[in-house]
């Protein structure tokens, strides 16, 4: 039961002009659930993000892995930690710009292991194939395009087999057909390994396909919603604002919702 | 391994940059290792021109120490007699036995016995002191290379016949052929006829040196069989203050004494030479740290979002510091390895100008492996050191800070 918590958890920024970007976050997330954060930008879901990630520390409160209070830990430690359990999408998805695709992929890899053999990097050629970026395996990080970046990225969150994987809008960049695709190969990731995901997303068809949906705004959970009860349109309906409450498929519904 | 070949990436995807510090630590280190070479060489020729057609070491008898002419009850010595022994010269007697062990030694590249005595001659008004020289002419040869520099006559003496020096021949209007009258301080004098003139390119020994079989100048110092003095040669001059230690200790009957003992001028001058030399080099060497190290610290500000990515992704910080340490020893190895062959090359080309103008004096410089290996590792430390405070700045980024901006 891979739990993660997060128990009071305040984020202020700055000292003279403070910035409250978290304030008193409880959350508990199982193993394997498959989660979206939304919320206005601004609102804190990337310093969330970084949080669980142990990427930051908060200013107040905890977070326990497994049980294990990880913010006690030293930053080597969370080092180790992130390579061992934690896999990233990052919202502007970093690349090394000296490596190429099959490199960058490996990395998390080498970090962990020192030298990628064969098997680590038949792994990682299957990955990039698996995200559509094959004809590009050797072609440097910084001559791919956005979307191509992006999906590399992914390829690279998914090499070490991580735990948990955290996406700050891995979508952000794609077109819709490779979006869905995306999305359908993060969810069969989640479906077999039980790999947890907590994806931040401005995507509301994304967020509709995740078991839960967590809204953040101005730093505290406003909404933490459950989609397995409800039907797709329910949680359509849920997910839009109020001007625009059309079914997942572009149609309005029948009778307004009461 | 990871570390090594993330640097590595770094070097070779910044490669103005590389490229152009490697030129600087290449052009610091050539001049280095020349510099090193050059010094090293004109002190050697330096000291081969005072010392290498002169004794390394030689032994004479030493002179009297002054007995004490009443001891007192309490051992303290009250009075002295002073005893000169100007005048009458003190023979080594044994020299050929100390002769047979010094060649069972076999440390010497050359063993010249001597027996000299100063003499005068009179011409008119004038009288001219002379050092009346007595050896065996084939072995003074190797020390003092004489019958190459014969200019006049036959490279003989034997009897009555003697050498004399160009100076001493033209100051006397005389030359080979013709005979000189010398007197010693004893009283006695002799026509001695001259067989042949040198030229040592030494004003002082053209001027005094009169040359006379070993056994002549015996005779007229009244030495009976002795010598006055053994010179001898070694194969590295350095080595012959540490020889004359070890024989004063052999032989402690005779007075030992090196070049170096004889020459602390020259020695000094070589010292002062020496440490300007390494100081010239220490600052070398400071700046090629200091380019190193400002070369990284601009690389790790530039690779500040790649720093941020593999910490982000689990690179540990010893790790992320690792890598620029590894950058800086890999630059200053390759920098001091590319700077010593350069270094080789102006050597090489020096070498061949000098050829090429044999007037200049120093004809060639020499690379010294265990100096260039030295300098190698020096820079290669040098870089390592140089690359600390970029290392530990990188190793202290955190990643939120650029996994937030983008
Ligand atoms: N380093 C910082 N210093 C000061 N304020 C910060 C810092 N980082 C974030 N903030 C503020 O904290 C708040 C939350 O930022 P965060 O990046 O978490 O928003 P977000 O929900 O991810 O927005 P977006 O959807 O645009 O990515 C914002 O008001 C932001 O201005
Ligand atoms: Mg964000």
């Not at chain 1, 094959?134 to 440097?140: D, E, F, L, V």
């Not at chain 2, 002169?54 to 008898?61: G, Q, R, Y």
């Not at chain 2, 002179?63 to 303290?76: K, L, T």
């Not at chain 2, 992704?313 to 920098?335: H, P, S």
């Amino acid at each position: 039961m891979a739990d993660i918590e997060l128990e009071g958890i305040r984020k202020v920024y700055g000292t003279a002009i403070s910035t409250v970007a978290l304030r008193g976050v409880d959350l508990t997330v199982p193993a394997g659930e498959y989660a979206a954060i939304i919320g206005r930008s601004g609102s804190g879901k990337s310093t969330l993000l970084n949080i669980l990630g142990t990427l930051d520390r908060p200013t107040e409160g905890r977070m326990r892995f497994e049980g294990r209070d990880l913010f006690a830990a030293s930053d080597d430690k969370l080092a180790e930690f992130r390579s061992g359990t934690l896999g990233f999408i990052f919202q502007f998805h970093y690349l090394l710009p000296e490596f190429n695709t099959l490199e960058n992929v490996l990395l998390p890899y080498r970090i962990r292991h020192g030298r990628a053999d064969g098997a680590a990097v038949r792994r990682a050629k299957e990955l990039i194939e698996k995200v559509g970026v094959g004809p590009r395996m050797y072609n440097r990080a910084n001559n791919l395009s956005g979307g191509e970046q992006q999906r590399v990225a992914i390829a690279r969150s998914l090499i070490n087999a991580p735990r948990v994987i955290l996406a700050d809008e891995p979508t952000g960049n794609l077109d819709t057909e490779t979006s869905e695709s995306v999305k359908g190969l993060l969810r069969a990731i989640n479906r077999e390994f039980k790999t947890t995901f907590i994806i931040v997303t401005h995507d509301r068809h994304i967020a509709a396909g995740c078991d839960r949906v967590i809204e953040i705004e101005d730093g505290s959970i406003k909404r933490d919603l459950s989609t397995s009860e409800l039907s797709r349109d329910e949680t359509w309906a849920e997910l839009a604002p109020c001007n625009c409450r059309e079914r997942e498929d572009g149609r309005l519904p029948a009778a307004p919702p009461a | 391994m990871f570390n090594l070949s993330v640097a590595f990436r770094f070097l070779k995807e910044g490669r103005m940059q590389t490229a152009l510090i490697l030129i600087g630590i290449t052009l610091g280190i050539a001049v280095q290792v020349f510099l090193n070479a050059l010094i090293m060489d004109l002190q050697l020729s330096l000291v081969e021109d005072t010392v290498g057609r002169s004794p390394h070491i030689t032994a004479t008898m030493p002179d009297d120490v002054p007995q004490a002419a009443y001891v007192p009850p309490d051992g303290r010595p009250a009075l002295a007699r002073i005893v000169s022994n100007e005048g009458s010269l003190k023979p080594i007697r044994d020299w050929k036995s100390v002769e047979a062990q010094l060649v069972k030694l076999g440390a010497f590249k050359v063993i010249v016995p001597v027996a000299q005595g100063s003499g005068f001659i009179r011409q008119g008004e004038k009288s001219l002191p002379v050092i009346l020289r007595g050896f065996d002419l084939e072995r003074a040869d190797a020390l003092y290379d004489i019958r190459r520099r014969l200019v006049a006559g036959r490279y003989e003496v034997g009897g009555n016949g003697i050498l004399i020096g160009r100076e001493l021949a033209d100051k006397l209007r005389t030359g080979a052929g013709h005979s000189l009258r010398i007197a010693v301080p004893s009283g006695a004098s002799d026509v001695f006829p001259i067989n042949g003139v040198f030229d040592l390119e030494n004003q002082a020994l053209n001027e005094s040196w009169v040359l006379v079989s070993l056994n002549r100048a015996q005779i007229l110092f009244g030495l009976d069989q002795g010598l006055t003095q053994i010179e001898l040669q070694v194969p590295d001059v350095f080595s012959a203050a540490g020889w004359a230690e070890s024989l004063r200790r052999s032989f402690p009957a005779l007075k030992w004494l090196s070049w170096q003992e004889t020459n602390a001028q020259l020695l000094a001058a070589l010292k002062g030479q020496g440490s300007s030399s390494y100081i010239i080099q220490m600052f070398v060497l400071l700046s090629v740290t200091l380019a190193i190290a400002s070369v990284l610290a601009i690389s790790v500000v530039q690779r500040s979002r790649q720093i941020g990515i593999l910490k982000a992704l689990g690179m540990k910080t010893r790790q992320i510091g690792r890598v620029f340490i590894i950058q800086g020893a890999v630059l200053g190895f390759i920098g001091s390895l590319l700077g010593s062959l350069a270094g080789w090359g102006l050597i090489a080309m020096f070498t061949a100008v000098q050829k090429a103008n044999p007037a200049a004096g120093l004809t060639s410089i020499s690379v010294r492996s265990g100096a260039v290996v030295l300098s190698i590792l020096i820079a290669t430390t040098a870089g390592t050191l140089a690359a600390f405070f970029p290392a530990r700045r990188a190793a202290r980024l955190n990643p939120i800070e650029v996994i937030r901006n983008g």
